[in-house]
């Protein structure tokens, strides 16, 4: 199997993740879902529940709104995986109030050397107005950099807008 980094981004609900579902399914089964999203209320626990139902047979699920490095470095080499999404990982860490520096460069090393196809998701969220709080400004920019060192990684990056894949690199 290649060892190569995908990277989708897009805005929310731009197909991001039905489109990484459906290029991971290129390669033999079983394919990992590596989860980074925490159910706290019911519409996050609606989403993922979408998510879950539009995956069938093959699938496995890891759970690791935390430790991402770990989960991925738990996985077999040559494993089909799929990481939905950095943002969310991204806002777990910064809600815990953890060095998000330190996180996103751990993260950023252990993309950089992919043991299998992988494709990671994540929303581009720097295209809007500027947050009018801090906390909000500071994800908006820290989201902009690690989508930019986890680009700069990565084989190929697309851009999904209305469901449709744009190739970046």
């Not at 290029?23 to 394919?31: G, N």
């Not at 494709?119 to 809007?128: A, I, K, R």
């Not at 500027?130 to 697309?158: I, S």
Request: with cysteine; hydrophobic share 45%; net charge negative.
């Amino acid at each position: 199997m290649p060892e190569m980094l995908t990277l989708l981004l897009g805005g929310a609900r731009s197909g991001k993740s039905a489109h990484a579902e459906q290029l991971i399914t290129q390669f033999p089964a079983p394919w990992t879902y590596v989860a980074t999203a925490q159910a706290y209320d019911d519409e996050m626990r609606e989403r993922i529940s979408i998510h879950l139902g539009r995956r069938g047979e093959g699938w496995r699920t890891l759970d690791a709104p935390l430790d991402l490095v770990g989960a991925l470095a738990s996985l077999p080499d040559g494993a089909p995986v799929l990481v939905d999404c950095l943002t969310l990982w991204l806002t777990n860490h910064l809600l815990a109030d953890h060095d998000v520096e330190a996180e996103c460069a751990a993260l950023v090393e252990a993309l950089s050397r992919p043991r299998g196809p992988w494709f990671v998701v994540s929303n581009e969220v720097g295209l809007g107005i500027v947050p009018d709080n801090a906390l909000a400004r500071r994800f908006r920019d820290d989201a902009g950099r690690l989508n930019q060192k986890v680009a700069a990684v990565a084989e190929e990056v697309l851009f999904l807008v209305a469901g449709l894949p744009m190739k970046v690199k």
